[in-house]
């Protein structure tokens, strides 16, 4: 039994080119109704889910009637904004025969790696998941270049869980998971159940190539894993053509290769937050904020700040202190020092009337604060 999977509550599916095009014939359309079956299943199973779906280039390269990858960027390119659309089409009306909505979500890394655009993508994608909408993400194709492309959506999908901090990130590929060496030249090679994340053992096993169809391999999966392990996420590598795989997971069945991280997720968010050292600003608490935040576990509100020093944009880390100067703790914030100037002081509820809108209630979120 799989607890750590059976528990989670927040699911990044992947599912590569090579699963969803029945190796290069199109769209794999009966594949997908069965994995949208399952996705269901465990969306009214209370599970939130988002899901990664690759496949545009290769359903390009089927309407265009396109028998190999073509290598000319501009050529890839058009083969994906084609593809694209006959692939959200085939999850939209899926899910629809369950009453399902889904919602497309194009990304680049630029996109994630800018914290402002980081931000809003995470926003859309929680309101997404809150409105129990499926969102489908995949790389934004038209608009990246050779150095920022993620090159494969392995990483793309791990960025995803890292960016809505999911518990589990399952990737469906086309072998049953991660084999000690690649299944494609050593037939009896042998599944690994189990394994932490960051295990140097694993670069040795996992190859370098992939398929002709996909381009990440398991290098990429292992990268994928080990990059949603740092926000504490869980990694299953397994085969999306075994029978009800989804279901499975969800009983906690051993199948596929589990990969873990070093330590809990809201433990590796903290150390994540504690190595950001820049901080752009003050916000001087009041001495009931102070009691509140000094209890531990409890979010900054715009009502219990009495001054902002500095210049920060939403997202930036922040120094909290006492009235009298001493420092209480660090944390990102949810507006920028011209917004915050404009609601410290005032209860959650008039932010909408004073900013025209509203980001987040709390000027900064508990799971992104640690106490000095
Ligand atoms: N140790 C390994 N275990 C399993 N598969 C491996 C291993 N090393 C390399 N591979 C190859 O990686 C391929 C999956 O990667 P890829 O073709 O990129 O698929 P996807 O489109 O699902 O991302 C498998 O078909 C397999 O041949
Ligand atoms: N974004 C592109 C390429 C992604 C890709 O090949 O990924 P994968 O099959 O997961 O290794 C697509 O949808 O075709």
Redesign the pocket.
Same mark, same amino acid.
Request: glycine share 22%.
């Given at each position: 039994m799989r607890s750590k999977v059976t528990g989670a509550q927040r699911w990044v599916v992947k599912i590569?080119?090579?699963?969803l095009t029945a190796d290069g014939k199109g769209l794999d359309r009966a594949a997908m109704s069965v994995w949208v079956e399952q996705m269901v299943a465990l969306h009214e199973a209370g599970v939130e889910l988002v899901l990664v779906s690759?496949g545009a280039v290769a359903a390009g390269m089927s309407r265009l009637g396109w028998t190999a990858r073509p290598s000319a960027m501009h050529e890839l390119q058009a083969a994906a904004a084609i593809g694209q659309m006959g692939l959200v089409q085939a999850w939209e009306s899926s899910f629809a025969e369950h009453g399902r909505h889904t919602a497309q979500v194009l990304l680049t890394h630029d996109d994630l790696s800018d914290r402002k655009r980081y931000l809003n993508a995470r926003s859309t994608l929680r309101a997404l998941v809150e409105l129990k909408v499926i969102p489908v993400i995949n790389e934004n194709d038209t608009v990246v270049t050779d150095e920022i492309r993620f090159g #494969?959506? !392995?990483t793309l999908a791990a960025l995803v869980a890292n960016l809505v901090e999911a518990d589990l990130l399952v990737?469906?590929?086309?072998?049953d998971?991660?084999? #000690?060496? !690649?299944?494609?030249n050593n037939p009896d090679?042998q599944l690994i159940y189990e394994a932490r994340a960051d295990d140097p053992a694993l670069d040795a096993?996992?190859?370098s190539?992939?398929?002709a169809?996909?381009?990440?391999?398991?290098?990429?999966?292992l990268r994928a894993a080990r990059l949603a392990a740092r926000s504490g996420a869980h990694t299953i590598i397994v085969g999306g053509r075994l029978e009800r795989v989804l279901d499975r997971l969800k009983a906690g069945e051993r199948i596929g290769t589990l990969l873990s991280p070093e330590r809990g997720m809201l433990a590796a968010r903290k150390q994540w937050l504690a190595g950001h050292l820049q901080t752009r600003g003050t916000l001087v608490l009041d001495a009931g904020a102070v009691a509140a935040l000094s209890q531990g576990n409890k979010s900054l509100l715009p009502v219990g700040v009495k001054l902002v020093q500095g210049s920060f944009r939403r997202g930036e880390m922040v120094v909290c202190v006492a009235p009298d100067g001493r420092e209480i703790a660090r944390g990102l914030a949810n507006y920028s020092a011209l917004e915050a100037q404009k609601i410290i002081g005032q209860p959650s509820d008039a932010i909408v009337g004073l900013l025209g809108y509203m980001a987040e209630p709390e000027l900064v979120h508990r799971d992104n604060l640690i106490l000095v």
């Open positions: 590569g080119s090579a699963l690759s #494969d959506n !392995d990737i469906l590929t086309d072998r998971g991660m084999f #000690d060496a !690649d299944p494609r090679a096993v996992a190859g190539v992939g398929g169809l996909g381009r990440g391999g398991m290098q990429t999966k």
